[in-house]
């Protein structure tokens, strides 16, 4: 295992059944085709990318007339935890990007919304409300 993996598992913040399931995914690249019954056109409609260590670091969605939008995804090297998102639209240029804050057991704290030119444009702030189930 990666040092990366390691130090995210020792704080809680990667579950194990997470990393079995990135592990299968490891510099893995699926692709999604649509195919028209009428014509029996083909194109590409959603491709995914995963790093060397499973995660996702890339996902692009098709139409028939090409890209509607991609998204890439950064990782902290030390938590593993994603802490940046780009989103491109359909000429590829950014239209959102999206940093991420995390409390210290792993789950999401903040989402902060920024426009290209780097204007917060909103703050996404996630509560945890555990009930008791009877």
């Known amino acids: 295992m990666t040092l990366a993996l ?7 913040q990667v579950s194990e059944e997470t990393l079995a399931k990135r592990n299968k995914r490891k510099n893995l690249t699926i692709k999604e085709w649509n195919t028209s019954q009428s014509t029996k056109t083909r194109w590409l409609d959603n491709q995914r990318t995963y790093d060397d260590q499973g995660r996702k670091i890339e996902e692009i969605e098709y139409a028939s007339y090409g890209m509607r ?5 950064q990782y902290d ?3 593993g935890l994603l802490v940046r998102e780009v ?15 995390y409390n210290t057991d792993g789950t999401k704290k903040k989402q902060y919304n920024y426009s290209p030119t780097g204007k917060l444009m909103s703050v996404k702030v996630f509560e945890y409300i555990f009930s008791d189930a009877k």
């Open 69 to 73: 939008w991609r998204k890439v995804y």
């Open 6 to 12: 390691c130090a995210a598992m020792v704080f809680g």
């Open 77 to 79: 090297d030390t938590t």
């Open 87 to 101: 989103e491109y639209d359909d000429r590829n240029k950014p239209y959102m990007i999206r940093k991420y804050e």
